[in-house]
T-cell receptor, first 113, second 114 residues
Framework: ETGVTQSPTHLIKTRGQQVTLRCSSQSGHNTVSWYQQALGQGPQFIFQYYREEENGRGNFPPRFSGLQFPNYSSELNVNALELDDSALYLC????????????FGQGTRLTVV | TQLLEQSPQFLSIQEGENLTVYCNSSSVFSSLQWYRQEPGEGPVLLVTVVTGGEVKKLKRLTFQFGDARKDSSLHITAAQPGDTGLYLC??????????????FGKGTLLTVNP
């Protein structure tokens, strides 16, 4: 167990709706990254938060947004859901630094119908 | 766009066999990490290799980082059913500080049959 917890574990939403996914990082970790993993694919980097600021973003549209709170927990928000947004959303927490270990949560399985 | 190519994509072997999984890229990474992921779970870090040419061993698993820091391999000796899972390689890049992201390959789905 990594100490990174995500909620909810499963979620079903309708196309066009909005969703908020939550992540509690491991104690002491100040950096949170979010990844999208479609079926049969490796995780794709969405964005990273460090000290409550977005610190790097992958190739995802603006309807994917996030927040990091003073306790380093984080939220991923997706607006105007599309069918292709169906995926496992993973949160990873780490300390600052390029070669530091990232600890992943168990993920949120989002299904858009 | 996947910058890391993993091969093979699928591998089904018998218990006791040896296997090698490859991870190749045209890009240089600061480090390369190997993860194992079970169905419905997040990836779990197995090892991080940082120095070109580095070899690390974790029980029956041997990891190697290419001299040019663009490719890596994972070798499993005498595979066991408990080794079954999705093996992911991920390259880290950034300019230091907190600005780095992991670029993952598509993974190798390994099944070890009893």
């Amino acid at each position: 167990e990594t100490g990174v917890t995500q909620s909810p574990t499963h979620l079903i939403k309708t196309r066009g709706q909005q969703v908020t996914l939550r992540c509690s990082s491991q104690s002491g970790h100040n950096t949170v990254s979010w990844y999208q993993q479609a079926l049969g694919q490796g995780p794709q980097f969405i964005f990273q938060y460090y000290r409550e600021e977005e610190n790097g973003r992958g190739n995802f549209p603006p309807r994917f947004s996030g927040l990091q709170f003073p306790n380093y927990s984080s939220e991923l928000n997706v607006n105007a859901l599309e069918l292709d947004d169906s995926a496992l959303y993973l949160c990873a927490s780490s300390l600052t630094g390029i070669n530091t270990e990232a600890f992943f949560g168990q993920g949120t399985r989002l299904t858009v119908v | 766009t996947q910058l890391l190519e993993q091969s093979p994509q699928f591998l089904s072997i018998q218990e006791g066999e040896n296997l090698t999984v490859y991870c190749n890229s045209s890009s240089v990474f600061s480090s390369l990490q190997w993860y194992r992921q079970e169905p419905g779970e997040g990836p779990v870090l197995l090892v991080t290799v940082v120095t070109g040419g580095e070899v690390k061993k974790l029980k029956r698993l041997t990891f190697q980082f290419g001299d040019a820091r663009k490719d890596s391999s994972l070798h499993i000796t005498a595979a066991q059913p408990g080794d079954t899972g999705l093996y992911l390689c991920a390259g880290a890049r950034g300019s230091g500080g907190s600005n780095y992201k992991l670029t993952f390959g598509k993974g190798t789905l390994l099944t070890v049959n009893p």
